[in-house]
C-alpha cells in the first residue's frame, strides 16, 4: 500500500489544521492506521492511532484534547485534526499503516510496516 500526504501544513499558532493521508494500492480498511511526527534533532513520536473500523483510536496524553483522529474508508484516507497548535507542534508529520494483526492499532515506530512520505507543518505566531 502507498501513503500519500498531499500539501503542506501551514497553520497560525490557536488555528486548526487537518492533515490528510490517502492509501492507494490496498483496502484501507484492512490496516490500522497511525500518526507520528519527527521535530529536528528529535526522535519520531507517537501522535495517534486508530483501528481499522475506526470504532477504537488512541492520541498520545500530550496531545489529548487538542489531536483527533479519524478515518473515513470509503475514501481509502486518515485524518489528522489538528487544534489550538503550538510552537512545540512543528514538525514533519508522517502517517503509517500496518495490516491487521493481534492488536486494534499500534503506537510504536517499529510496528508500522508502511509509511508516507511526510508532511511538514509550521505553527506561525
Known amino acids: 500500500v502507498q501513503l500519500v500526504e498531499p500539501g503542506r501544513g501551514l497553520v497560525q499558532a490557536g488555528g486548526s489544521l487537518r492533515l490528510s493521508c490517502a492509501a492507494s494500492g490496498g483496502t484501507a480498511s484492512s490496516y490500522a492506521m497511525g500518526w507520528f511526527r519527527q521535530a529536528p534533532g528529535k526522535e519520531r513520536e507517537f501522535v495517534a492511532a486508530?483501528?481499522?473500523?475506526?470504532?477504537?483510536?488512541r492520541v498520545t496524553d500530550s496531545m489529548k484534547g487538542r489531536f483527533t483522529i479519524s478515518r473515513d474508508n470509503a475514501k481509502n484516507t486518515v485524518y489528522q485534526q489538528m487544534n489550538t497548535p503550538e510552537a512545540e507542534d512543528m514538525a514533519v508529520y508522517y502517517c503509517?499503516?500496518?495490516?491487521?494483526?493481534?492488536?486494534?492499532?499500534?503506537?510504536?515506530?517499529?510496528?508500522?510496516?508502511?509509511w508516507g512520505e511526510g508532511n511538514q507543518v509550521t505553527v506561525s505566531s
Open positions: 503509517a499503516a500496518q495490516p491487521a494483526g493481534r492488536s486494534d492499532y499500534y503506537s510504536t515506530t517499529n510496528e508500522y510496516h508502511y
Open positions: 486508530i483501528s481499522r473500523s475506526g470504532f477504537r483510536s
